[in-house]
C-alpha cells in the first residue's frame, strides 16, 4: 500500500512570509507526528496527533507553528512568519496506534527560507 | 526531562560487527527504539524493545537493560550499505496514555571496505 506522502518536496520561501506543509498518514493510521530535523542534527519533536485526543504541542518551538489534522487523515504544519532557523527538513510519520511501536517516515518537505 | 545520549560517530570496516549504544534518563519509560537514517532519506524502523533481554532481526539485534537505562543496537557482517544515521528513540508514558518518541541526536556510522 502507499507510503506517508508529504508535499511539497522541497519549498523556498522568502523571511516572512506564511508556509503551509501537508502530510497524508498511511490509510487507517491514527496516530501522525511531526519533527523537524536541521542539516546534520537528530529529529526534533513537534506535535503529536492520537485519534481524537487533544494533540501533544509540547514540542511547537513558538506561536508560529501550528498544525492541524482533519480527523485520522492529513495534516498540515503551518509556519508564520517564517524566520531563517526554521529552515529544516519538516518530517511526518504516521503510526497504527497509540500502541504502536513502528512510525512510517515520510520523505519530507526541506524548506529554505531565504 | 528526557535525555539520550549515543555517540555522534561510529566507524568500521565490512564484515566486522559494531554496536551503538544508548542511555538514557527519562520518566514514565516505555520503550526503545532504534531508526535508521540514509543521507537524504527518511528514518526507518529497525527494532524496538520494551523488555530486558536482545531482540534478533537478521543481522541487526537490539539490547535494552531497563535497570540500566541502557541498550544498544548491534550490527554484525556489516555492508558498506549500512553506512548511515542510527538513532535510538524512548516512548515515554503519560498517565494513562503513550507519548511521544525523544530522539537521540543519532550515530554516524560510516563502513569502509
Known amino acids: 500500500g502507499a507510503g506517508v506522502s508529504q508535499s511539497p518536496s522541497n519549498k523556498v520561501t522568502e523571511k516572512g512570509k506564511d508556509v503551509e506543509l501537508r502530510c497524508d498518514p498511511i490509510?487507517?493510521?491514527?496516530?501522525l507526528y511531526w519533527y523537524r530535523q536541521r542539516l546534520g542534527q537528530g529529529l526534533e519533536f513537534l506535535i503529536y496527533?492520537?485519534?481524537?485526543?487533544?494533540?501533544?504541542k509540547s514540542g511547537l518551538p513558538s506561536d508560529r507553528f501550528s498544525a492541524e489534522r482533519t480527523g485520522e487523515s492529513v495534516s498540515t504544519l503551518t509556519i508564520q512568519r517564517t524566520q531563517q532557523e526554521d529552515s529544516a527538513v519538516y518530517l511526518c510519520a504516521s503510526s497504527l496506534g497509540q500502541a504502536a511501536y513502528e512510525q512510517y517516515f515520510g520523505p519530507g518537505t526541506r524548506l529554505t527560507v531565504t | 526531562g528526557q535525555s539520550l545520549e549515543q555517540p555522534s560517530e561510529v566507524t568500521a570496516v565490512e564484515g566486522a560487527i559494531v554496536q551503538i549504544n544508548c542511555t538514557y534518563q527519562?520518566?514514565?519509560?516505555?520503550?526503545l527504539s532504534w531508526y535508521q537514517q540514509h543521507d537524504g532519506g527518511a528514518p526507518t524502523f529497525l527494532s524496538y524493545?520494551?523488555?530486558?533481554g536482545l531482540e534478533e532481526t537478521g543481522r541487526f539485534s537490539s539490547f535494552l537493560s531497563r535497570s540500566d537505562s541502557y541498550g544498544y543496537l548491534l550490527l554484525q557482517e556489516l555492508q558498506m550499505k549500512d553506512s548511515a544515521s542510527y538513532f535510538c528513540a524512548v516512548r515515554q508514558v503519560r498517565g494513562s496514555t503513550l507519548g511521544r518518541l525523544y530522539f537521540g541526536r543519532g550515530t554516524q556510522l560510516t563502513v569502509w571496505p
Open positions: 496527533f492520537q485519534g481524537n485526543s487533544a494533540p501533544d
Open positions: 490509510s487507517g493510521h491514527t496516530a
Open positions: 524493545n520494551a523488555l530486558d
Open positions: 527519562t520518566s514514565g519509560f516505555y520503550g
